[in-house]
């Protein structure tokens, strides 16, 4: 019996393989961020012309505002 071998099988493929992009770190405990909130009133209106992402770290169990443009925010796995 032959051994046939599929190399563009992707069922093969592991899915931690997919994800080459690093993970949004807590800047405190150093664990990955759980979810992003929705930015509030103030930063929407008020203080729209500054970057700020808000993040949950649940290891904290914290809410961290971090300055960090879209374009960069694409150089990290979604959160």
């Known amino acids: 019996m ?4 599929l190399k563009n099988d992707p069922a093969m493929y592991n899915a931690a ?9 807590c800047h405190k405990c150093s664990s990955t961020f759980h979810y992003r ?3 509030g009133w103030f930063l929407k209106y008020v203080l729209f ?12 169990v914290k809410f961290r505002y971090i ?7 694409a150089k990290y796995q979604p959160v």
């Not at 393989?17 to 770190?25: C, Q």
């Not at 300055?67 to 925010?73: F, G, I």
């Open 2 to 5: 032959e051994n046939i071998t």
């Open 17 to 25: 393989d997919a994800f080459d992009k690093p993970v949004l770190r």
């Open 37 to 39: 909130i929705p930015r």
């Open 49 to 60: 012309f500054l970057p700020i992402k808000v993040y949950f770290c649940g290891r904290c």
């Open 67 to 73: 300055l960090l443009t879209d374009k960069s925010e």
